[in-house]
T-cell receptor, first 115, second 115 residues
Framework: GAGVSQSPSNKVTEKGKDVELRCDPI?????LYWYRQSLGQGLEFLIY????????KSGLPSDRFSAERTGGSVSTLTIQRTQQEDSAVYLC?????????????FGPGTRLTVL | GDSVTQMEGPVTLSEEAFLTINCTYT??????LFWYVQYPGEGLQLLLK?????DKGSNKGFEATYRKETTSFHLEKGSVQVSDSAVYFC??????????????FGQGTRLTINP
């Protein structure tokens, strides 16, 4: 079946612009995670959704970062007033509703470059 | 907080050599442990996992055993192939009070296998 998809695959933007990154999880997966992979920091957790609510936003680095999820499916990560340090690969992952399952399935990522 | 430390790379081996990539962790709870692999140009894929002490995860000839006494989860393969060239990430997950099974990753180890 279809895996997790993300768009765009690459995004180049100028410092100060806003960007939106999209994630389509595997159908039926209720949990959705965003991570960031950067050279300096490795792979870091950003935010967790269960359905449409985000009970854990502890990894968002600043208030310029926000995310939403609608219909228990698609999620959008928004970065406002981008800075060069936001350059990274943004990864989305989803996992099924079974609370005993802790396997996350990752998308291919969006590579963000802030000039 | 929880953390994962893995063997720094890069690691270069000849085909059919024995592989070990060391991974140790620090966690307050009882985490699940994972190895993820990232092939060139592709997204993160789950390689294997173990959910409790003394469990052995295995896949594609790779193995790792959850050792609670040494807080380790070393990855091994008896005979590597050129197609195993990739970046390998050790990770743990522990369910947070908000219900998130967020993954904490090691820094990654780049493995190159020469024919």
């Amino acid at each position: 079946g279809a895996g997790v998809s993300q768009s765009p695959s690459n995004k180049v933007t100028e410092k100060g612009k806003d960007v939106e990154l999209r994630c389509d999880p595997i159908s039926g997966h209720t949990a959705l995670y965003w991570y960031r992979q950067s050279l300096g920091q490795g792979l870091e957790f950003l935010i967790y959704f269960q359905g449409n609510s985000a009970p854990d936003k502890s990894g968002l680095p600043s208030d310029r970062f926000s995310a939403e999820r609608t219909g228990g499916s698609v999620s959008t990560l928004t970065i406002q007033r981008t800075q060069q340090e936001d350059s990274a690969v943004y990864l989305c992952a989803s996992s099924p509703p079974d609370p005993l399952t802790d396997t996350q399935y990752f998308g291919p990522g969006t590579r963000l470059t802030v000039l | 907080g929880d953390s994962v430390t893995q063997m720094e790379g890069p690691v270069t081996l000849s085909e059919e050599a024995f592989l070990t990539i060391n991974c140790t962790y620090t966690a307050t709870g009882y985490p699940s442990l994972f190895w993820y692999v990232q092939y060139p140009g592709e997204g993160l894929q789950l390689l294997l996992k173990a959910t409790k002490a003394d469990d052995k995860g295995s896949n594609k000839g790779f193995e790792a055993t959850y050792r609670k006494e040494t807080t380790s989860f070393h990855l091994e393969k008896g005979s590597v192939q050129v197609s195993d060239s990739a970046v390998y990430f050790c990770a743990l997950s522990d369910r947070s009070s908000q219900g998130a099974q967020k993954l904490v990753f090691g820094q990654g180890t780049r493995l190159t296998i020469n024919p």
